[in-house]
């Protein structure tokens, strides 16, 4: 099984563990779930914490990432894009590493230059230079000192799902058995889609958590805004994809990549986007005995710091000339 070399395991021969390993060896006539349950049994024994960043075509999905990350590592493009998965966790150095179905070497590069990471990332996910992944890449790793990945959380950007290359939207699918939670990206152009819907109803007994995060909100007006969120919240409700514990938060990621980039603070609160890291969450990365429910629990409330102001009050970007409580969010967590 194909996995990043990462901190030595934390809880390697305890009781879950051992228990993960016999039923990888039950299983290991089925290759399928042999690779799960050794991929499970790697996420507990590393700490880390798997979250799937799902969305159509041209919804700035990869745009999200890069503005959750910092900086413009994926390549973004007009046309659908990204054909194989890209697995994003921490390192103090970057480091691309592409692995093969055919266990041929794997190629890497070692540079903290987003424009060559971007470049080289192309090669290998983009349907253009790599379409139906006649390559054969198998996986991609990208490791990056982004302070939000330090505590073991891994970000996984996925294909487009709903283009013209249904193989995308099938490995979108495929990545969801080894993700402890996804995220679920849409945008106001239109707000949501009936590919969208078709497609979260395929997905909500596959996903053991979704958050919702709506994209693009600087095309519209704060009032409009308010309209839009309520309208995409009805529309989940409508079909049953929104349950009592549902956040739906609102971002404008290409302006909070840019606030990031220009060292914009006023600009970057109000793209929805934070990306600084509290003491908390410098404390829990460096703690050892953490279980997997706390570990969600602390992902859970990470997310919603680097998303969501905690501030309670007005929801409304710029009311009163201030910032009261904004970027928004919908639902409870």
């Known amino acids: 099984m194909n996995k990043p070399t990462l901190a030595p395991p934390l809880h390697e021969g305890s009781e879950l563990s051992r228990a993960l390993m016999a039923l990888g060896k039950a299983v290991a006539d089925n290759a399928l779930l042999h690779e799960r349950a050794e991929s499970l049994r790697y996420r507990l024994e590393h700490q880390r914490f798997q979250l799937a960043v799902l969305g159509q075509f041209k919804r700035g999905k990869s745009t999200f990432i890069n503005a959750l990350l910092g900086a413009p590592l994926l390549p973004i493009a007009v046309i659908p894009l990204t054909a194989v998965p890209v697995f994003i966790s921490w390192r103090s150095h970057a480091l691309v590493r592409v692995r093969f179905a055919d266990r041929r070497p794997d190629e890497e590069i070692s540079t903290d230059d987003p424009d060559a990471i971007r470049q080289f990332l192309f090669r290998f996910v983009s349907e253009e230079a790599n379409p139906k992944n006649e390559i054969g890449v198998d996986r991609v790793d990208l490791l990056y000192p982004s302070p939000l990945l330090a505590a073991g959380l891994v970000l996984i950007d996925t294909p487009g799902v709903g283009s013209t290359f249904r193989h995308n939207t099938e490995a979108a699918l495929r990545v969801l058995p080894e993700s402890d939670a996804a995220i679920f990206v849409v945008s106001v152009d239109p707000p949501i889609t009936e590919v969208e819907i078709a497609y979260l109803e395929q997905i909500k007994s596959k996903a053991a958590k979704l958050f919702f995060v709506l994209n693009k909100i600087d095309y519209l007006g704060p009032e409009e805004r308010d309209h ?77 710091a680097s998303l969501a102001n905690p501030c309670s009050g007005d929801a409304t970007p710029g009311a009163g000339g201030k910032m009261s409580g904004f970027p928004t969010h919908a639902g409870s967590d």
């Open 228 to 304: 839009v969120r309520e309208f995409v919240k009805r529309t989940l409700e409508q079909h049953r994809l929104w349950t009592p514990d549902s956040v739906l938060f609102t971002v404008s990621a290409a302006d909070g990549l840019d606030a990031k980039g220009r060292g914009d603070q006023t600009k970057l609160r109000l793209s929805g986007v934070y990306l600084g890291r509290s003491r908390r969450s410098k404390r829990y990365a460096s703690r050892k005995g953490c279980t997997l429910q706390s570990r969600r629990h602390h992902f859970r409330s990470n997310l919603r």
